[in-house]
């Protein structure tokens, strides 16, 4: 293959980045944290393909986690993926060894499980274990792992390595470490689906919402039942379908 080709493909390839408005001059060597607890949720609610017609009832968008990472590749030097493993169920560690395969740095560790009490508002799948404490209230086991520590710490660490700080999360928790970068120096970019909150918003350089890279990042799966239940059964209020 000549020069002249390699430039045409590599160009074809970076098209989405024209598209979301990413001019790469401004942002120099971009390193992506990816807060994969928060991603996968980024489609929960969605049914509709990007022709219009609407998933059939046992079918789901799912993050891709080949598609992002070739997505991420377009325009990142370094890639790290936090997730948190269950040790009894091998589907968490698959997910970690495919983005070992994708050519990230996995972060890990097991998921814990504490209690979150019902209230009336709660819907709860029939499959969700309902205990009672030493009082009668009701409660449930909802899994915990979140990587705000891991991520902060991890980006305070190689601070001197990146031009460009790239979070693809939603979670508001971020808000102080964007707003710390900034004052050092650094230019962030966002990536977060569903709502994303106007605090952390305004502390990024450049703030993309991930509906705008779906068709990317995303694939199709059958499933044999589909749950609305996000977290050991209780129902997030539903991410929004536009740009927030």
């Given at each position: 293959?000549?020069?002249?080709?390699?430039i045409k493909i590599d160009s074809f390839k970076k098209l989405p980045l024209l598209e979301l408005?990413?001019?790469?001059?401004?942002?120099?060597?971009?390193?992506?944290?990816?807060?994969?607890?928060?991603?996968?949720?980024?489609?929960d609610e969605q049914r509709k393909k990007k022709d219009g017609t609407l998933l059939q009832p046992d079918e789901v968008f799912y993050v891709d986690i080949n598609k992002l990472g070739e997505f991420l590749d377009l325009f990142v030097e370094h890639k790290r993926f936090y997730y948190g493993h269950i040790p009894s169920k091998p589907a968490t560690l698959h997910i970690i060894i495919l983005a070992e395969k994708c050519k990230f740095v996995k972060i890990t560790k097991p998921v814990h499980r504490v209690r979150h009490y019902l209230t009336p508002y709660d819907k709860i799948s029939r499959k969700v274990t309902i205990y009672k404490d030493a009082s009668g209230k009701n409660y449930i086991l909802i899994p915990k792992c979140n990587f705000d520590?891991?991520?902060?710490?991890?980006?305070i660490r190689r601070i001197d390595d990146y031009d460009t700080f790239l979070l693809c999360s939603s979670d508001r928790d971020f808000e102080k470490l964007l707003y710390?970068?900034?004052k050092k120096g650094k230019k962030t970019i966002l990536i977060g689906g569903g709502y994303v909150s106007k605090d952390l918003k305004q502390h990024a350089d450049k703030f993309i919402h991930?509906?705008?890279i779906r068709n990317l990042i995303t694939s199709v799966?059958?499933?044999?039942?589909?749950?609305?239940?996000?977290?050991?059964g209780i129902s997030d209020p539903p991410p929004a379908d536009r740009v927030a």
């Open positions: 293959m000549n020069n002249s080709s390699s408005g990413l001019d790469l001059n401004n942002f120099g060597r971009i390193f992506a944290f990816v807060d994969f607890g928060n991603v996968q949720h980024w489609y520590v891991e991520i902060t710490l991890d980006a710390f970068l900034k991930a509906n705008r799966k059958k499933v044999k039942a589909r749950s609305l239940k996000r977290a050991g």
